[in-house]
Structures are given as structure tokens and as C-alpha cells.
């Protein structure tokens, strides 16, 4: 007996005619447009703490929350809240002024853009019932990493067949956003464009600030999983899965790792939606890299299953 898993990704939605890409070098509706036109101050506050955000950086939106421009915030804070000792009313605690500082600029852009983000979620539109795809919904999960309620909406998948992975939009769900870089990544990125004296103290506590800020806003998938446990251990009799419009990118590789240790890998057919060439290239790598044979899996086109 088949049992199928649908993974499904932001390319089902934009198929759907839902603009919910972070970025359309057409002018179209985007979160960078919607941005612009209804949190201008939160756009500006992205440029002035995240400095070059071009086509590219809206595109990897997620990977991109990690492009802190860190050394610059922290040289700024250090020197705006550096102590003034000769000051009569010079305190110890004026020591940690920067740092503070620090965290409490990042704090603020992080927090805004999430409150954005949740805001831009909620107000999309529904999909276009005209380009449903074939889904087969009998013995079949779901394990979604859009925010939106597609499945639900538009092909009436019941929402105890689907696991919204990263939180569910118009709910009291937490909206999981992030980037994939920890600490030590993120330093280790740094190390070669410090040009700051290393021995000084306000500045050195105000760049750990701003690199402890940061690396907060990772996407912890190691938490996620184990918070999904059950649901991942469900995964031993799936012989079909079926992954629509999912980037595949390196933030959500633990799940795929996952996912592909739970299953049965002799019996298992996989199915692979591609938008354009840079997706066919990474569904071939990740198949490869997970040592699947080409036999076991396809790629396509989701207007080719499409039912009208």
C-alpha cells in the first residue's frame, strides 16, 4: 500500500498566484514592496543596520538576517557610549554602555522585521483554485514550510494531516524566521575584516554583543526536530514523497536529513518540482548527496500535473 509525503515549499503558493516571494525584480508584489509601502521606517532601519541590501540579499531573505553589518554597529556603539573617565559622575557600569546599546539596536530591527514579516503573512491573498495541481490526499501527509493555509484552503487537506513546520499564519502560532550561521560561524566570517584593536575592552564586549544578537536569530532546526519528534518517527511506511516548490536550501537541510533517515530508502520514489535551472541542480545534489540512484526519483514542473 502507498503511503505519500508532500513537502511543500514557497514555489507552491507563487504558483498558486500567492505573492508571497520576498523579492520580485519585476516590480510586482513582495515583501520588499510591501515593505516600502506600508513599514517604510522598518525598511530604512534593514539598510542602516544591514548596509548593502541589493536584489541578492531580498532574494536569500532568511540567510541574509545573518548579514548584520556587526563590526560597523559595534565600532558605532562603542564609540557613541564609550565612557568619558575623567567625568565626575563616571561609573563602573558606564563599562557596559555599549554593549547594551549594542543589543538593544539589534533587539529592535530583529523584533520590527519579525512583527513585518507576521503582518505581510497575514494579508496574502488566497490561491488561484485554477491551478490546482493533482494531490493524492488519501494516505498522505503533509509537511508544510509555508506560513500560508493553502492546503487547507484550496484542496481541503485536513490540518491534522499537515505539519506546519515552521508556523502556521492567522493563528496564535509563532512565526519561526532565521538564518542558518551560529556563533562561532559568524565569527569566524569576522576574523578577517577586523581592523579594530583587539585589546580594547568596550569595543571587543560591544562586537560580542552584537555577534551573541545575531547568532539568537539562527533558525534552531536541531529544536524544531526534536519538538517534532513523533511526527518525523511516523515517517517509516511513506514509499512516495513528493517535494513542491522547496528551494532546498543549506537552513532547512536537517530536516531533509532527518526525514530521509526515518524512511525506507530501497523502497522510497521521489518526486521534484523545478522552477528553473538552479533547482534542478540542487534537487540532483541532494539526491546524490543522500545517495538515492537516479531510478528513484523525478523531476517536473508543477504546471505539468497541473488539473485545469
Same mark, same amino acid.
Given at each position: 500500500m502507498e503511503k505519500h509525503l508532500y513537502i511543500i515549499g514557497n514555489g507552491f503558493d507563487?504558483?498558486?498566484?500567492?505573492p508571497s $516571494?520576498?523579492?520580485?525584480?519585476?516590480?510586482?508584489?513582495?515583501?520588499?514592496?510591501?515593505? &516600502?509601502? $506600508?513599514?517604510?521606517?522598518?525598511?530604512c532601519e534593514i539598510d542602516d543596520n544591514f548596509g548593502r541590501t541589493d536584489e541578492l540579499w531580498w532574494t536569500k531573505f532568511e540567510e541574509s538576517l545573518a548579514s548584520v553589518e556587526t563590526l560597523r554597529v559595534a565600532y558605532e556603539e562603542a564609540f557613541e557610549c564609550y565612557p568619558n573617565f575623567g567625568s565626575d559622575v563616571f561609573h563602573d557600569r558606564d563599562w557596559y554602555d555599549a554593549e547594551l546599546s549594542v543589543e538593544n539596536r539589534l533587539n529592535i530591527v530583529y523584533f520590527d522585521i519579525v512583527s513585518a514579516f507576521r503582518k505581510w503573512i497575514n494579508q496574502l491573498p488566497l490561491g488561484n483554485p485554477m491551478k490546482k495541481i493533482r494531490i493524492e490526499k488519501s494516505d498522505s501527509i503533509f509537511l508544510s514550510f509555508n506560513y500560508t493555509d493553502t492546503l487547507e484552503s484550496l484542496y481541503e487537506v485536513p490540518s491534522s494531516n499537515i505539519l506546519y513546520?515552521?508556523?502556521? #499564519? $492567522?493563528?496564535? &502560532?509563532?512565526?519561526?524566521?532565521g538564518h542558518g550561521l551560529t556563533y562561532q560561524d559568524l565569527?569566524?566570517?569576522?576574523?578577517?575584516?577586523?581592523?579594530?584593536?583587539?585589546? &580594547?575592552?568596550?569595543?571587543?564586549? #560591544?562586537?560580542?554583543?552584537?555577534?551573541? @544578537?545575531?547568532? @539568537?536569530?539562527?533558525?534552531?532546526?536541531? #529544536?524544531?526536530?526534536?519538538?517534532?519528534?513523533?511526527?518525523f518517527n511516523g515517517l517509516f511506511d511513506v514509499t512516495n514523497i513528493h517535494i513542491y516548490g522547496h528551494s532546498l536550501n543549506c537552513i532547512d537541510m536537517p530536516y531533509y536529513r532527518m526525514?530521509?533517515?526515518?524512511? &525506507?530508502?530501497?523502497?522510497?520514489?521521489?518526486?521534484?518540482?523545478?522552477?528553473k535551472e538552479e533547482d534542478c541542480e540542487n534537487a540532483k545534489k541532494l539526491m546524490n548527496v543522500e545517495g538515492f540512484s537516479r531510478s528513484q526519483y523525478k523531476l517536473i514542473e508543477l504546471k505539468d500535473i497541473q488539473i485545469v
Open positions: 507563487r504558483h498558486h498566484g500567492i $516571494n520576498y523579492y520580485d525584480k519585476g516590480g510586482g508584489p513582495c515583501f520588499r514592496k510591501w515593505l &516600502d509601502e $506600508n513599514e517604510y521606517e522598518i525598511l513546520i515552521h508556523g502556521k #499564519a $492567522n493563528s496564535d &502560532d509563532e512565526l519561526i524566521l565569527q569566524r566570517v569576522l576574523e578577517q575584516y577586523e581592523t579594530v584593536e583587539s585589546g &580594547d575592552y568596550v569595543y571587543q564586549r #560591544a562586537k560580542d554583543a552584537a555577534l551573541n @544578537s545575531v547568532s @539568537s536569530h539562527r533558525k534552531k532546526t536541531e #529544536a524544531i526536530i526534536r519538538e517534532n519528534k513523533e511526527w526525514l530521509f533517515e526515518m524512511i &525506507d530508502r530501497k523502497k522510497i520514489m521521489i518526486e521534484m518540482s523545478c522552477f
